[in-house]
């Protein structure tokens, strides 16, 4: 328990190399050329240098520790603070995932992580769940080829909807400065017509909606199944128009979609950092501040993820 409150971070990242990001990463270097990606890069380490000076973080290891070490190091975070579970959004594909899971079945959640317009999507997805015990299913919208309403991907969801396992997917900017602003899954709003037609699979919209306020909004409003999660810094709301803080995020979506559609995360991976604890510290004050029931919290931080997970109590 942290303070009187269990806590189930519902959103990190194992911090060992994905495939799918280094197949990404390695195109869009062939694309840009050596000396743009030099310079692209140099952008991008000005902002995240600036941005972890802001928290106080450490830079990340460089020294690669096994999957075992790694796990263990987890597991002693997690103790030290108090936190139930951690769901593993990825975890260096889905097989490591079940490695890494199958250490701490009592601790770790994993969500399988594959593209849903790859051959066979949906069959491996069925064997995530019902071979590997996967519990989730998380995408990056701006990372997909094709608009998420393809039909092609339907079987897929049919999957999420036989399981009842939601699905988390990012949308909106990806990464920290200098990353990715602008693609054809980039808004949110373009879930509209999937998270319709399959009103008995659960969507996330993960980070408050990651800089598309009012079209994340505009989704949960049009479909009940739509939930968000607090994860990450957020650093994205200086980026947005008016003076926005986290603090008025939550104000807005406990008095729109309320709080059993809100999802405690952190957006947690690498060390030395661990578990992003300053998130959770300044999240608590927030909704204390707001004077937030105890009910109400006890449902953002643990229980709407228990329900949606189905996890034993």
Not at 12 to 19: D, G, I, L, M, S
Not at 115 to 135: K, M, S
Not at 290 to 311: C, D, E, V, W, Y
């Amino acid at each position: 328990m942290f303070q009187d409150l269990e806590v189930i971070d519902f959103h990190a990242h194992f911090p060992v190399p994905e495939p799918a990001w280094e197949i990404h990463r390695k195109a869009k270097e062939a694309e840009l050329g050596e000396r743009r990606t030099k310079i692209a890069r140099e952008y991008a380490t000005a902002y995240n240098t600036d941005w972890r000076l802001a928290w106080d973080y450490p830079a990340p290891e460089r020294e690669r520790q096994t999957d075992e070490q790694l796990a263990k190091r987890w597991v002693a975070d997690l103790d030290k603070y108090g936190i139930s579970r951690i769901c593993w959004m990825t975890a260096g594909g889905n097989d490591n995932m079940a490695k890494v899971c199958g250490m701490y079945p009592d601790r770790f959640v994993g969500f399988a992580h594959h593209d849903p317009f790859g051959q066979a999507a949906a069959d491996e997805l069925e064997r995530c769940v019902t071979e590997r015990g996967f519990r989730g299913y998380k995408l990056i919208g701006p990372w997909l080829e094709r608009p998420i309403t393809d039909k092609s991907a339907y079987p897929t969801w049919e999957v999420c909807a036989a399981h009842k396992i939601p699905v988390l997917v990012h949308f909106g900017i990806l990464g920290s400065g200098g990353g990715m602003a602008n693609q054809i899954n980039m808004n949110p709003l373009v879930l509209h017509d999937v998270a319709k037609a399959f009103p008995d699979v659960d969507f996330i919209v993960p980070h408050f909606g990651c800089g598309y306020i009012t079209d994340t909004l505009m989704l949960c409003w049009a479909c009940r199944n739509v939930h968000i999660d607090t994860s990450g810094s957020n650093q994205w709301v200086k980026w947005v128009q008016g003076d926005v803080t986290v603090k008025d995020l939550f104000r807005k979506y406990l008095e729109t979609i309320g709080p059993e559609r809100i999802l405690f995360g952190t957006d947690s991976s690498w060390f030395p950092r661990g578990f992003a604890i300053r998130y959770l510290q300044d999240q608590l004050r927030d909704l204390r501040d707001l004077n937030t029931p105890h009910a109400s919290m006890a449902m953002i931080f643990a229980g709407n993820a228990r329900r949606l997970l189905k996890l034993p109590a």
